[in-house]
T-cell receptor, first 114, second 112 residues
Framework: NAGVTQTPKFQVLKTGQSMTLQCAQDMNHEYMSWYRQDPGMGLRLIHYSVGAGITDQGEVPNGYNVSRSTTEDFPLRLLSAAPSQTSVYFC?????????????FGSGTQLSVL | QKEVEQDPGPLSVPEGAIVSLNCTYSNSAFQYFMWYRQYSRKGPELLMYTYSSGNKEDGRFTAQVDKSSKYISLFIRDSQPSDSATYLCATFNTGTASKLTFGTGTRLQVTL
């Protein structure tokens, strides 16, 4: 059972480049979300989805897009990378009915924007 | 002011010590309280969760919530080097069930 799988694990981008961070889960969880983790700031919610076709913004959505075409996948797109987006990104999922407190996290993507 | 405050540490204790990790929060509407453990270069994993005030025990770990003072605690008994990690508190209320609010985390080092 793989759980939540994130790719790539590391990525270096130049300012202005775009890329997609991939997230897939095999637990049939309805809820999926993206967080970024920065020193002194903790985990901050970027976007989340409560099911296929439904997405919503979190605390820090600017500069990021998401879509949810299937239950399993929830990619995060950086439209035009900026140095302020240098961070560690985590994807998480949760079964509906758990009140979303039981988040299962992926192992993260470390992104550097030069 | 952040909604959830947590001392970043690091906190260094000898093996076998009792560890106390704490958070304070500002929103009295928060009802659910969680502790996540995060090892270096890994994603957080759920360790404990409680609803409203009171204590919850799971092996060497005890989670405590005092809603009157808006204070959350995690106690680790007989600490082990394998407990060395960053501990994140988190909370939400049913009105924002999709949006956990995390503390910044406390780094714990248990030494031999």
């Amino acid at each position: 059972n793989a759980g939540v799988t994130q790719t790539p694990k590391f990525q270096v981008l130049k300012t202005g480049q775009s890329m997609t961070l991939q997230c897939a889960q095999d637990m049939n969880h309805e809820y999926m979300s993206w967080y970024r983790q920065d020193p002194g700031m903790g985990l901050r919610l970027i976007h989340y989805s409560v099911g296929a076709g439904i997405t919503d913004q979190g605390e820090v959505p600017n500069g990021y897009n998401v879509s949810r075409s299937t239950t399993e996948d929830f990619p995060l797109r950086l439209l035009s990378a900026a140095p302020s987006q240098t961070s560690v990104y985590f994807c998480a999922s949760s079964p509906v009915g758990s009140a979303n407190e039981k988040l299962f996290f992926g192992s993260g993507t470390q992104l550097s924007v030069l | 002011q952040k909604e959830v405050e947590q001392d970043p540490g690091p906190l260094s204790v000898p093996e076998g010590a009792i560890v106390s990790l704490n958070c304070t929060y500002s929103n009295s509407a928060f009802q659910y309280f969680m502790w996540y453990r995060q090892y270096s270069r890994k994603g957080p994993e759920l360790l404990m969760y409680t609803y409203s005030s009171g204590n919850k025990e799971d092996g060497r770990f005890t989670a405590q919530v005092d809603k009157s003072s808006k204070y959350i605690s995690l106690f680790i008994r007989d600490s082990q080097p394998s407990d060395s990690a960053t501990y994140l508190c988190a909370t939400f209320n049913t009105g924002t069930a999709s949006k956990l609010t995390f503390g910044t985390g406390t780094r714990l080092q248990v030494t031999l």
